[in-house]
């Protein structure tokens, strides 16, 4: 009996030295516990005199009380207030700050030049913020949403202090949730190698961040908490108005780790308008930014570089996008930002979840004549594959069709079609086929690169993707039916793809370039390979990068990477913290 009572207390007493070890290496730790007290204060120092209510809030065991400033008994200048902890001064290099909300008021940068972050030792004034150090996670709050305002210390502290340096009404209305500090070396780096690993869990935070020139409720995002519930099918909405100029954006901001560089990141989306997903218009609004406690770390606008970058189909069947960057400095927070201009609407975005991977993830689901998991080849004969043209006129043709099956990914075929107003009854196509039948719910398609130009949404009338088993048809996408597209992870490139889901089985694909109604000179394509991936359970996910095959991949609730369906213990989570 003792020596199993011994037993459990042992387990009991290790579990509370690895929660206790990993607490320890959270980031935003909330300064409390023994010897932590906290204080009104004003220009002078404490006042007690000028403050009515209980501060216990702030420094209590619950992250959720707070002190609402409105309780000073006068907005006189530099009322603030103190975190002290009698029992530890915090070294140099610690980030220090408030969790803070303003109800239903915004964070703007008038009220964030107002406030100032100090820190003292022993009653001695260390250093104190600026408007160019204060920073805030993220740059302007939402209406009801708790907000980081901290810097990055270079002097020892063991009191932190929030107040302001003119009267300002909004700032009545401030709630402070509690202090805190943390050495932002000690925050361990997530580097699990999972791909499409779900930024979410109870470590994350949301965050909604608007213009000054934004007013609720003419642009708002609805259901902010499902971008980082862990549901890969639940999405907030982000609502522009139009006519309505400025810049919105959403984030999720881990607390606990921090993101290495080198991987990607960024969000899975979904235009409300599916005709926008290939607009230069579209893609040059929308801009996606990392950043490291508060600070800038990388920022990409998804049409730089001149052509379209970023873009992948992530739902078979499904107009849902991912758009990334790859990262050069690590994070632990990642935003979507949609600026809308002059002459653009965007209307409404859905935005499911945000994700970071190694660059390496991507299927090996080209169809080659070697090197790839899926053998093939050419489908010769005039009726599968057209011809080089004739006599160097200006017709339809296709020249090097070898070069979508070879293993070189860099090699493309070539496909010429020409003006709509001389030669419109022509067409250029070339058909792949695979040395097995293929099942149905397999996503295939053509990887393709427009010419001379950036592509736009036009040009997916002039395109047609067509399955086969044997010589019957038995899947056709088109532009107006069910027709894919799509863009890969590449840099300053116009490469996209297009395709559809089977419904059949199949052993043959056929893509087929029209010179289209309102194209007045030759246009070209390159086309650089074929592509099938197979999804067995039809959830949505390929085979290769299914975890839970017969079960659903898109609920990830504590955000380690793994499904929960494919995860049976809480090893993991606790190594995650989310």
Not at 101 to 120: K, M, P, Q, V
Not at 127 to 156: C, D, M, Q, Y
Not at 493 to 520: E, L, Q
Request: net charge neutral; aromatic share 10%.
């Amino acid at each position: 009996m003792t020596k199993k009572l011994f037993g459990k207390l042992a387990a009991m007493l290790m579990m509370l030295i690895m929660s206790t070890a990993v607490f320890a290496q959270q980031g935003y730790e909330p300064i409390r516990g023994m010897g932590v007290e906290a204080k009104p204060v004003n220009n002078s120092g404490i006042c007690l005199a000028c403050y009515n209510g209980n501060m216990n809030p702030v420094v209590d065991a619950s992250l959720d009380n707070s002190v609402n400033m409105g309780n000073f008994a006068s907005l006189i200048s530099g009322n603030g207030i103190s975190v002290k902890n009698n029992n530890t001064t915090y070294p140099a290099g610690y980030i220090t700050g408030f969790n803070v909300d303003l109800g239903t008021s915004f964070i703007t940068i008038d009220l964030l030049s107002s406030l100032r972050i100090s820190t003292y030792k022993n009653g001695v004034l260390q250093e104190t913020t600026t408007s160019s150090t204060l920073l805030s996670v993220p740059a302007f709050g939402g209406s009801k949403n708790r907000i980081f305002l901290h810097f990055k210390t270079s002097k020892e502290f063991d009191e932190v202090r929030l107040y302001q340096t003119n009267v300002l009404s909004v700032f009545s209305a401030m709630n402070v949730y509690y202090a805190f500090a943390f050495d932002p070396t000690k925050v361990p780096t997530d580097n699990n190698g999972i791909c499409d690993d779900i930024i979410a869990g109870s470590g994350v935070d949301g965050n909604v961040s608007g213009s000054s020139s934004f007013l609720a409720p003419l642009s708002y995002v609805q259901n902010k908490e499902n971008i980082g519930d862990g549901n890969k099918n639940s999405f907030g909405k982000i609502v522009l108005p139009i006519g309505l100029l400025g810049s919105y954006s959403v984030g999720v901001l881990d607390k606990n780790q921090v993101y290495p560089a080198g991987n990607r990141t960024g969000f899975v989306i979904e235009p409300d308008d599916q005709g926008k997903l290939l607009s230069a218009e579209f893609l040059k609004n929308i801009t996606i930014e990392t950043y490291l406690f508060g600070q800038l770390q990388d920022s990409r606008q998804l049409s730089d570089g001149g052509g379209l970058i970023n873009i992948k189909v992530l739902g078979y069947g499904s107009g849902k996008q991912k758009v990334t960057l790859t990262t050069t400095k690590p994070f632990n927070e990642v935003r979507l930002k949609i600026t809308q201009t002059v002459g653009f609407n965007l209307g409404a975005l859905k935005v499911y979840y945000a994700f970071e991977e190694p660059i390496s993830c991507e299927c090996d689901d080209k169809i080659q004549t070697s090197g790839s998991a899926v053998p093939g080849n050419i489908v010769t004969g005039s009726n599968w594959t057209s011809g080089p043209g004739f006599l160097g006129l200006i017709l339809a043709k296709m020249t090097s069709p070898e070069a979508i099956v070879d293993n070189n990914p860099s090699n493309y075929a070539t496909a010429t079609v020409p003006a709509a107003s001389i030669f419109s009854i022509f067409s250029a196509f070339a058909t792949v086929s695979s040395n097995s039948v293929l099942p149905a719910n397999t996503m295939a398609g053509f990887t393709v690169e427009k010419a001379g130009n950036l592509l736009g949404v036009s040009v997916l009338e002039n395109i047609t993707v067509t399955l086969y088993n044997g010589n019957s048809v038995t899947d056709t996408f088109t532009s107006s039916g069910s027709l894919i597209s799509g863009n890969f992870f590449t840099t300053n490139s116009n490469k996209f793809y297009v395709g559809g889901k089977a419904t059949k089985p199949f052993n043959r694909m056929k893509i087929t370039f029209n010179s289209g109604t309102a194209i007045r000179i030759p246009q070209s394509y390159y086309i650089y390979n074929a592509f099938a991936s197979k999804d067995d359970d039809n959830d949505g996910v390929p085979n290769c990068f299914d975890r839970c095959p017969g079960g659903d991949d898109s609920i990830d609730n504590n955000g380690n990477g793994i499904p929960d369906c494919a995860e049976g213990c809480t090893v993991v989570m606790i190594s995650r913290q989310h």
